[in-house]
């Protein structure tokens, strides 16, 4: 009986980095997720200090930390100036239009690309860990189709099942239906997918004595933040602690090595080579960083358009609620230009040729 070698596994840095910040936190999610009382597991009640963790200190903070891979990068954006840089221009553009034809048709389609940013990524560190596989098509394709229905088949469920007391960004922003016969179809086929995956695992095993270890906990931990996250809680607390854990994290992480990476670079002489070529001082000023901008978004989405998070933002009370249609087609485009510059990007900046 063979051994499986930590050492041999294709990880993206090592097993200790891997295991801790990219593949534990869905597992680690779900076991708090257990823990907490019934109402947050099957309500939309949320605490104030587990919005602030989740969304202010994870979710949003995870969306700054594309800028130290795009534009804090002065190499990278040189060379992709004219990507950087329509980026944003375009999506503004594109969303006051979204805005003119109706808020909820610009909040849905945010949302919509928003849930394919989130699918790509655990796509990507799929293929990431599927580099040193020399498997045929079909094992390919195998894995490919599990990936994506870890993740369409719940939320294929929550577009067809009303009530659910969780949304991506507002109320109704997803198209939902009511249909037992779609939902029983899609969850056969999840089976079916999920009993393919795991024969053609077995078989491989058995043909080659290898197993990828990281590749298989990633796939396993997809299913658990999506299935429990969706479909089995039906909690705002729950689906935002599965959703957010399992996504912010390791996409930090994974910036961080790209960080670390660019300060050793030799032609890199910027001043961001000097903070963070020191791990213990950079990465406090990369955390510090992100949380701060966090803060900043959010205190201004709650100063001009929310108002619920008052205690929080002190400093933007003052600021005036905005109810003007036309004053609102212009600034929630504009207030949200950091999470779709964000969802934009990242379909770019992860390819080699964009590298």
């Keep these: 009986m063979s051994v499986i070698k930590l050492d041999s596994q294709p990880w993206v840095h090592n097993s200790l980095y891997d295991c801790v910040f990219i593949l534990l936190p869905p597992f680690l999610a779900l076991l708090i997720v ?18 602030c ?55 849905r389609c945010l949302a919509y690309l928003a849930v394919f940013h989130f699918i790509r990524q655990q796509y990507g560190f799929m293929r990431l860990y599927s580099k040193t596989e020399t498997n045929y098509n079909y094992s390919k394709t195998i894995d490919t189709i599990a990936i994506y229905g870890a993740t369409l088949y719940p939320l294929f469920f929550w577009h067809c ?20 016969y779609l939902r029983n179809i899609s969850g056969y086929l999840y089976v079916a997918i999920v009993s393919i995956y795991m024969l053609k695992e077995i078989y491989q095993y058995c043909k080659t004595r290898n197993f990828n270890l990281p590749k298989n906990v990633l796939l396993i931990g997809t299913m658990v ?23 912010g994290i390791p996409y ?50 709650d100063g001009f358009i929310w108002k619920e998070h008052q205690s929080i933002f002190r400093i933007f009370n003052e600021l005036p609620l905005i109810d003007n249609n036309l004053i609102l087609m212009f600034l929630v485009p504009l207030l949200s230009l950091p999470q779709s510059t964000h969802y934009v990007l990242d379909g770019f900046i992860w390819r080699r040729k964009y590298a």
């Design 34 to 51: 257990c823990f907490l009382p019934v109402q947050f597991r099957n309500t939309n009640e949320m605490p104030l200090i587990a919005w």
């Design 53 to 107: 963790t989740l969304i202010l200190f994870v979710d949003v903070a995870h969306v700054y930390s594309t800028l130290y891979t795009t534009y804090f990068d002065k190499l990278r954006f040189i060379k992709h100036k004219i990507l950087f840089t329509s980026t944003p221009i375009l999506c503004y553009a594109i969303g006051v239009l979204l805005y003119f034809l109706g808020s909820m048709v610009f909040w």
């Design 161 to 180: 099942t009303p009530n659910r007391n969780f949304n991506w960004f507002v109320k109704n922003d997803f198209i939902i239906t009511n249909s037992i």
């Design 225 to 247: 933040s999506w299935y429990f996250g969706i479909v089995y809680f039906n909690g705002d607390m729950a689906f935002t602690l599965l959703n957010v854990i399992s996504h």
């Design 252 to 301: 930090m992480a994974l910036i961080w090595l790209g960080i670390i990476k660019q300060a050793k670079h030799k032609h890199n002489t910027t001043k961001i080579k000097f903070f963070f070529s020191k791990y213990r001082y950079g990465f406090f000023i990369f955390l510090g960083s992100l949380v701060l901008l966090a803060y900043l978004e959010e205190g201004l989405w």
